[in-house]
């Protein structure tokens, strides 16, 4: 007697259906990080150059943290 395995077939609709909701999940949470990592630089851009160096960073320093910072993530 032969028996069919009809759960690999669902498991397989089921990756298909979610899919492109897997997709746009990914695409949303890419652009939040990018808007945060957008919004970080700004905020680098209109310190001074003096406000910076209190900080202990040069301008470049501080946009790679920020690019750093949301790498981790």
Do not use: C, W
């Not at 630089?41 to 209109?46: C, H, I, T």
């Not at 946009?63 to 750093?68: D, L």
């Amino acid at each position: 007697m032969a028996y069919a395995n009809i759960e690999h077939g669902a498991s397989n609709l089921r990756q298909l259906i979610s899919a492109p909701f897997v997709a746009l999940n990914n695409l949303m949470d890419s652009l939040a990080n990018a808007n945060a990592m957008a919004h970080d630089a700004e905020q680098l851009v209109d310190m001074s150059d003096a406000q910076l160096a209190a900080k202990g960073l040069t301008r470049a320093e501080a946009i790679e943290a920020v690019f750093a910072k949301r790498a981790d993530n």
